[in-house]
């Protein structure tokens, strides 16, 4: 056989078809590409023994190592901005809005509320409250109205630091309850900037009070307090869901308020994750059956894909053991008896979340069904600033189970900043039910904080439209 001699037709040996446009462009590009490497090789080994390739590499045209240059560096150009699309891609999916992780981001908004006819219970909680947020955190209080105005001011006016925060008090002439969470879900984006908030609509049952909150987030956005708004089309209250920056978790007793069970509940299921922009799942026992009609009573959501369920035997074993059983502080709940039920539910919940990958830590905890109020330590404040994870933990003046729920959290890494709520525990919430953060600064733009600005203290008078924006020198 006669070997065939390569033509101008050839690549690497392999015939092309003729007047394809690889015959013209894989010659140039095996020419330009490889000459450089080529040259590289026989000057490192054969610079010495082979003398005709160098004067044949003098000889070639220099117009293929150039072409070859280019050809290098366009490749080069492509690959950087083929990834950068997939970054840029990446970037816009995380764009779309989402709830607020309580796992994350430095808190920068609070908002509270302050009905009148539970000022003295509220007031101490609220005075403690702008004691441990640092003064770059704004808040905002809604009033119901100008009844309470002067008293509140004398006395907590200070507390609002009108020379560094920025603090707005709203008298909205409206009916509420001191649990700002459960009617305004916030929702943000990757940049941490706010999105439209979720208000749920009013159960049948819900009094004046709680239809009246379903008002404030407008009243607010008019005021330029909030941004836009959305009414779910089903029930969800704020403090039945708790999330991470995996997913949202709901209270399985979402499921029955709105007839169905989990085999059924795709639908729902779906149209929950296209609001919150996470996916969700429901926590819950066996039978759907959840301990407590707000989730974020009885669970916390740690960093990490840690969690936190509370146990009643827990807190029962710690009041036996301490030596001031007799003390008045604990004489109300040791009173209450441990209902196994219960204890079954909340076992099974931290079995479910373990199944799902949570580590589960146990943390004391005391259900009262007849009066409907909970004493957690579940229910709590989580914020991440300057590389330090602080955690504002409710505090009821019982030794025993304040030191273990403190001495918990400190051994999973939070610098711990308790808050007295004995005072508002009894009207069925917390520190977290209280204070709705309505905004977080993600980690990674934390270095990007502005400076310092001026604080102000406004006072707006729903009623007549008046805004009162008090001197920062005052």
Not at 191 to 220: C, V
Request: proline fraction near 7%; include cysteine; charged fraction near 25%.
């Amino acid at each position: 056989m006669v070997a065939r001699p390569l033509n101008s037709s050839d690549w690497l040996g392999f015939p092309l078809k003729p007047d394809s446009p690889f015959e013209i462009i894989l010659p140039v590009l095996s020419k330009s590409c490889l000459f450089p490497v080529h040259c590289f090789i026989d000057g490192l080994f054969f610079a010495d023994s082979r003398p005709k390739l160098r004067q044949r590499k003098q000889r070639l045209n220099r117009k293929w190592y150039q072409l070859g240059l280019v050809c290098l560096l366009s490749v080069g150009m492509g690959l950087l901005l083929y990834t950068h699309s997939l970054s840029e891609e990446k970037t816009t999916l995380d764009l779309r809005p989402h709830t607020l992780a309580d796992t994350s981001g430095k808190i920068e908004e609070v908002v509270i509320n302050l009905p009148s006819d539970l000022s003295q219970e509220t007031l101490p909680v609220l005075e403690q409250l702008l004691r441990l947020l640092p003064s770059d955190v704004s808040v905002k209080v809604c009033c119901t109205d100008d009844t309470y105005l002067d008293g509140f001011m004398n006395d907590c006016r200070w507390l609002f630091d009108p020379k560094r925060r920025h603090s707005d008090i709203v008298l909205s002439g409206l009916k509420l309850t001191p649990w700002a969470r459960d009617r305004r879900i916030p929702r943000t984006d990757a940049y941490g900037r706010a999105r439209s908030s979720l208000i749920p609509p009013p159960k049948p049952w819900h009094g004046a009070d709680r239809r009246d909150e379903t008002r404030l987030p407008f009243i607010m956005h008019q005021l330029d307090l909030a941004p836009d708004y959305e009414t779910l089309p089903f029930f969800l209250d704020g403090g039945n869901m708790v999330s991470d920056e995996d997913r949202v978790f709901i209270g399985g007793n979402h499921l029955e308020m709105h007839g169905l069970r989990k085999s059924n509940a795709s639908e729902l299921k779906e149209m929950l994750g296209h609001f919150l922009g996470r996916p969700v799942f429901f926590v819950h026992g066996s039978g759907g059956k959840v301990p407590w009609s707000h989730l974020d009573m009885f669970f916390t959501v740690l960093p990490g894909k840690r969690a936190m369920v509370a146990s009643h035997a827990l807190a029962k074993s710690l009041m036996d053991a301490s030596k001031l059983n007799q003390a008045s502080s604990m004489e109300l709940v040791q009173s209450i008896m441990l209902n196994p039920k219960t204890e079954v539910m909340l076992d099974e919940i931290a079995q479910q979340l373990g199944r799902l990958g949570y580590r589960v830590t146990r943390v004391a905890g005391i259900p009262n069904p007849e009066q409907q109020w909970f004493l957690t330590y579940n229910n709590v404040l989580m914020d991440f600033r300057e590389n330090r994870s602080i955690v504002i933990l409710p505090h009821y003046g019982i030794p025993c189970l304040d030191e273990h729920a403190r001495d918990l959290y400190t051994s999973l890494g939070f610098e711990v900043a308790p808050i007295n709520v004995r005072s508002i525990y009894q009207d069925g919430g917390a520190i977290r039910c209280f204070a709705n953060v309505t905004r977080r600064k993600p980690a990674w733009l934390e270095k990007s904080d502005p400076l310092v600005t001026q604080g102000y203290l406004r006072v707006h008078r729903v009623g007549i439209w008046e805004h009162l924006e008090i001197s920062s020198q005052d």
